[in-house]
């Protein structure tokens, strides 16, 4: 059963940070393309950052660069996700997905955790 565990949201206040964990199991881990996507209330889910296999290539939405980074440990089966400078337009639910390919649509991404909360204070 192929299983995807987000974790590590929760309230911060703007200018925070928070690192976002999540734990697969079920599936080839080390061998797939990564990503985090959000959903912030009433809007549509928005891609955040995706990480090939070999951790090496990174793609960021414009929303996002520079202040979070994504990462892997493959030993791990884990995916991270590190948000610095959180500002109260970051609260959304952030999910964690597996791809199909390397890529930020969705439709590449056939699995996907239950989502974590992440709420940003002002």
């Known amino acids: 059963e192929v299983q995807l565990q987000a974790s590590g949201g929760g309230l911060v206040q703007a200018g925070g940070s928070l690192r976002l964990s999540c734990a697969a199991s079920g599936i080839d881990f080390g061998r797939k393309t990564m990503a985090w996507f959000r959903q912030a209330p009433g809007k549509e889910r928005e891609f955040l950052a995706a990480i090939r296999w070999n951790r090496d290539v990174t793609l960021y939405s414009d929303s996002v660069k520079g202040r979070f980074t994504i990462s892997r440990e493959n030993w791990k089966n884990t995916l991270y996700l590190q948000m610095n400078n959180l500002n109260p337009e970051d609260t959304a639910v952030y999910y964690c997905?597996?791809?199909?390919?390397?890529?930020?649509?969705?439709?590449?991404?056939?699995?996907w955790g239950q989502g974590t909360l992440v709420t940003v204070s002002s």
């Open positions: 997905a597996r791809g199909s390919q390397y890529s930020s649509q969705q439709y590449d991404y056939n699995f």
